[in-house]
C-alpha cells in the first residue's frame, strides 16, 4: 500500500505519547477497543502517523468486530513504512500498565486526555474564526459553533427547529395514512393505544414473576421491529442463543417450543422450521448471550448501533447484569440503580428503545391478588423512576387453572401518558396476541375523536414522585 505520509516523515515515523498507548493496547490486545471506541475516534490522533494508522485501525474492528480481529489482516492494511511505529507502541503498551485493567495510568486515561486535547483544539480554532471573520448576524455564528459542536460529538447536532419539523412531518404522515403510530408498534394495537409506539429513547421497563412470560413478551417485541426491518438486539443471561433462536423459530411458525426442541416434527413443520430460519437470517434481529457486566453491554450496543443501526434492545434481566468495579462490601440497591441509570443513558444516547426485563420481589406470591403493582420491583426504586413505561403481563391461570380471568398486560407508569391495562391472549405457542373483542368497540372523545379499542381499560392518571405532568 502506497504510504500518504512524506519522506521524511517515513523516516521519522512515531506516533505520539498518547497516541501510542492508545494504539499499541488495542493492537495488543483487540478487547480493549471497547473501552475507549466511545471516548475516542480517529480524527482526534493528530500525529501524521496516527491520523494514517486509527482510521485504519477503527474502520477494521468496527467492520469485523473485536473478536474477529486479525493481526495479518490489519498489518496488510497498513502501508509497509508504519509498521515500524505500530510494533513499537505494542511493546510499549505490553510493558507498561496500560494492559493492567486496574493499573493508573491506564488506556482509558490517555483517550481521555487526547479527546480532551483535540475538543480544547477545536473549540480554540472555532473561537478564533468567530473573532476574526464578519458574520452578517447571531444565526451564521450559531451555525458555526454547532458545526464545532457536531464534529466534537460525532453526529449532527439537531437544533429546535429539526425537531419541530420531525414531528410536524409524523403528523403529515399520520394524516396520508402512512404511519398509524408515531413509534415502534408493539404488535397489539391496543398497547399501542396507548403508548403511541415505542419511541426513541424509551426505557421500558417489564415486571413480573417466574411464568407471567416477561422473556417471551420481550423476544416477541424485538422480533416484530425486526419483521418490520427496524434492527433489535437481545441480550440474555437468562437464556443461551440457541433456545432463544427455538423461541423464535415457535413465534414465527406457532409450533411449539417443547416439540422443537424434542425434535418431534413432521416433513411440514421442518419445512415451516427451514422458512422461519431463512426469515431470521435477513430480519435484522441479533442475540448476544456472552456479555455479563453493564460495561461490555455498554460497548456492545454502541458497536450494533454503529454496525447495524439498531432502534430497540433488550436486557433479560436487569437483576442479573454486575459492574467491573463492584467491590465485595458493594450495596445491591446501589449497583442496580446505577445500572438502570447507565440503561436509560443508553437508550436515550443511541435514540434506541430500551426494554429492560425485571424480576419482581416474592412478596408478590403471599398476596390474594397475584397482581403485581410497582411496589415489587425488585431491588431498587430507580428501576421505576427512570422508566418512561412499566409494564406487568399477567396470566392469572399461571395460579389458579380453574380461573376463568383473563391474561392482561398492565401499564402501570406511562411517564408522558394515561395508564391502562390491556386484554390479551396468551395461546400457543405461548405468546401473548390480541385479545378477542368481548364489545363493540366504543367512540371516545378522549381517544381525540378516534375508536376506542374493547380490549382497553384505561385508568386514571397518578403520578410517582419526580414523575413530569402528563400533557
Given at each position: 500500500?502506497?504510504?500518504?505520509l512524506?519522506?521524511?516523515?517515513?523516516?521519522?515515523?512515531?506516533?505520539?505519547?498518547?497516541?501510542?498507548?492508545?494504539?499499541?493496547?488495542?493492537?495488543?490486545?483487540?478487547?480493549?477497543?471497547?473501552?475507549?471506541?466511545?471516548?475516542?475516534?480517529?480524527?482526534?490522533?493528530?500525529?501524521?502517523?496516527?491520523?494514517?494508522i486509527?482510521?485504519?485501525?477503527?474502520?477494521?474492528?468496527?467492520?469485523?468486530?473485536?473478536?474477529?480481529?486479525?493481526?495479518?489482516?490489519?498489518?496488510?492494511?497498513?502501508?509497509?513504512?508504519?509498521?515500524?511505529?505500530?510494533?513499537?507502541?505494542?511493546?510499549?503498551?505490553?510493558?507498561?500498565?496500560?494492559?493492567?485493567?486496574?493499573?493508573?495510568?491506564?488506556?482509558?486515561?490517555?483517550?481521555?486526555?487526547?479527546?480532551?486535547?483535540?475538543?480544547?483544539?477545536?473549540?480554540?480554532?472555532?473561537?478564533?474564526?468567530?473573532?476574526?471573520?464578519?458574520?452578517?448576524?447571531?444565526?451564521?455564528?450559531?451555525?458555526?459553533?454547532?458545526?464545532?459542536?457536531?464534529?466534537?460529538?460525532?453526529?449532527?447536532?439537531?437544533?429546535?427547529?429539526?425537531?419541530?419539523?420531525?414531528?410536524?412531518?409524523?403528523?403529515?404522515?399520520?394524516?396520508?395514512?402512512?404511519?398509524?403510530?408515531?413509534?415502534?408498534?408493539?404488535?397489539?394495537?391496543?398497547?399501542?393505544?396507548?403508548?403511541?409506539?415505542?419511541?426513541?429513547?424509551?426505557?421500558?421497563?417489564?415486571?413480573?414473576?417466574?411464568?407471567?412470560?416477561?422473556?417471551?413478551?420481550?423476544?416477541?417485541?424485538?422480533?416484530?421491529?425486526?419483521?418490520?426491518?427496524?434492527?433489535?438486539?437481545?441480550?440474555?443471561?437468562?437464556?443461551?442463543?440457541?433456545?432463544?433462536?427455538?423461541?423464535?423459530?415457535a413465534?414465527?411458525?406457532?409450533?411449539?417450543?417443547?416439540?422443537?426442541?424434542?425434535?418431534?416434527?413432521?416433513?411440514?413443520?421442518?419445512?415451516?422450521?427451514?422458512?422461519?430460519?431463512?426469515?431470521?437470517?435477513?430480519?435484522?434481529?441479533?442475540?448476544?448471550?456472552?456479555?455479563?457486566?453493564?460495561?461490555?453491554?455498554?460497548?456492545?450496543?454502541?458497536?450494533?448501533?454503529?454496525?447495524?443501526?439498531?432502534?430497540?434492545?433488550?436486557?433479560?434481566?436487569?437483576?442479573?447484569y454486575?459492574?467491573?468495579?463492584?467491590?465485595?462490601?458493594?450495596?445491591?440497591?446501589?449497583?442496580?440503580?446505577?445500572?438502570?441509570?447507565?440503561?436509560?443513558?443508553?437508550?436515550?444516547?443511541?435514540?434506541?428503545?430500551?426494554?429492560?426485563?425485571?424480576?419482581?420481589?416474592r412478596?408478590?406470591?403471599?398476596?390474594?391478588?397475584?397482581?403485581?403493582?410497582?411496589?415489587?420491583?425488585?431491588?431498587?426504586?430507580?428501576?421505576?423512576?427512570?422508566?418512561?413505561?412499566?409494564?406487568?403481563?399477567?396470566?392469572?391461570?399461571?395460579?389458579?387453572?380453574?380461573?376463568?380471568?383473563?391474561?392482561?398486560?398492565?401499564v402501570a407508569?406511562?411517564?408522558?401518558?394515561?395508564?391502562?391495562?390491556?386484554?390479551?391472549?396468551?395461546?400457543?405457542?405461548?405468546?401473548?396476541?390480541?385479545?378477542?373483542?368481548?364489545?363493540?368497540?366504543?367512540?371516545d372523545?378522549?381517544?381525540?375523536?378516534k375508536?376506542?379499542?374493547?380490549?382497553?381499560?384505561?385508568?386514571?392518571?397518578?403520578?410517582?414522585?419526580?414523575?413530569?405532568?402528563?400533557?
Amino acid at each position: 500500500m502506497k504510504s500518504p505520509l512524506t519522506p521524511s516523515e517515513i523516516r521519522n515515523a512515531q506516533l505520539s505519547g498518547l497516541e501510542a498507548a492508545i494504539v499499541g493496547a488495542i493492537c495488543a490486545n483487540p478487547r480493549r477497543f471497547r473501552e475507549v471506541r466511545d471516548i475516542v475516534r480517529p480524527e482526534m490522533f493528530t500525529s501524521p502517523e496516527g491520523r494514517v494508522i486509527a482510521p485504519i485501525l477503527w474502520g477494521y474492528i468496527t467492520q469485523v468486530g473485536v473478536e474477529q480481529y486479525s493481526r495479518a489482516v490489519f498489518d496488510a492494511k497498513l502501508p509497509a513504512e508504519l509498521l515500524p511505529a505500530v510494533y513499537a507502541a505494542m511493546k510499549s503498551a505490553a510493558n507498561s500498565a496500560l494492559l493492567s485493567k486496574d493499573g493508573e495510568p491506564g488506556i482509558i486515561d490517555a483517550a481521555e486526555l487526547l479527546a480532551a486535547n483535540w475538543q480544547d483544539s477545536e473549540y480554540r480554532s472555532a473561537f478564533e474564526a468567530l473573532a476574526m471573520a464578519g458574520f452578517s448576524g447571531w444565526q451564521e455564528a450559531d451555525q458555526v459553533l454547532n458545526d464545532v459542536k457536531a464534529r466534537i460529538v460525532g453526529r449532527a447536532i439537531t437544533t429546535p427547529g429539526d425537531a419541530l419539523d420531525t414531528l410536524w412531518q409524523e403528523i403529515i404522515n399520520g394524516l396520508a395514512g402512512l404511519k398509524k403510530y408515531t413509534g415502534i408498534s408493539s404488535g397489539l394495537s391496543a398497547l399501542d393505544a396507548i403508548t403511541g409506539g415505542w419511541q426513541p429513547g424509551d426505557q421500558v421497563v417489564i415486571g413480573g414473576r417466574p411464568g407471567m412470560g416477561k422473556t417471551r413478551f420481550a423476544l416477541a417485541q424485538c422480533l416484530e421491529a425486526a419483521k418490520a426491518g427496524i434492527p433489535a438486539v437481545y441480550y440474555s443471561q437468562e437464556m443461551n442463543r440457541a433456545s432463544l433462536y427455538r423461541t423464535a423459530f415457535a413465534w414465527i411458525t406457532g409450533i411449539a417450543v417443547m416439540q422443537i426442541k424434542g425434535l418431534d416434527l413432521n416433513v411440514d413443520e421442518a419445512d415451516q422450521i427451514a422458512a422461519a430460519r431463512d426469515l431470521l437470517k435477513a430480519w435484522p434481529f441479533y442475540i448476544v448471550d456472552d456479555v455479563f457486566t453493564i460495561e461490555d453491554l455498554n460497548y456492545s450496543l454502541l458497536d450494533y448501533k454503529d454496525r447495524h443501526g439498531v432502534q430497540l434492545f433488550a436486557v433479560d434481566y436487569i437483576q442479573q447484569y454486575r459492574s467491573k468495579n463492584t467491590k465485595k462490601s458493594h450495596n445491591t440497591n446501589d449497583e442496580i440503580e446505577a445500572i438502570s441509570r447507565t440503561l436509560k443513558q443508553l437508550a436515550m444516547k443511541t435514540g434506541a428503545v430500551g426494554l429492560i426485563l425485571s424480576q419482581l420481589s416474592r412478596e408478590v406470591e403471599k398476596r390474594t391478588d397475584k397482581r403485581p403493582n410497582l411496589a415489587d420491583l425488585r431491588s431498587s426504586g430507580a428501576i421505576e423512576q427512570d422508566a418512561d413505561f412499566v409494564l406487568f403481563p399477567f396470566r392469572p391461570e399461571y395460579y389458579d387453572p380453574e380461573t376463568t380471568e383473563g391474561q392482561e398486560i398492565d401499564v402501570a407508569k406511562h411517564r408522558t401518558g394515561e395508564k391502562g391495562v390491556v386484554q390479551v391472549t396468551w395461546k400457543n405457542p405461548g405468546f401473548y396476541y390480541p385479545a378477542e373483542p368481548i364489545e363493540p368497540a366504543s367512540f371516545d372523545p378522549s381517544m381525540g375523536g378516534k375508536v376506542k379499542p374493547a380490549q382497553l381499560i384505561t385508568k386514571t392518571v397518578t403520578l410517582n414522585d419526580d414523575d413530569e405532568i402528563p400533557f
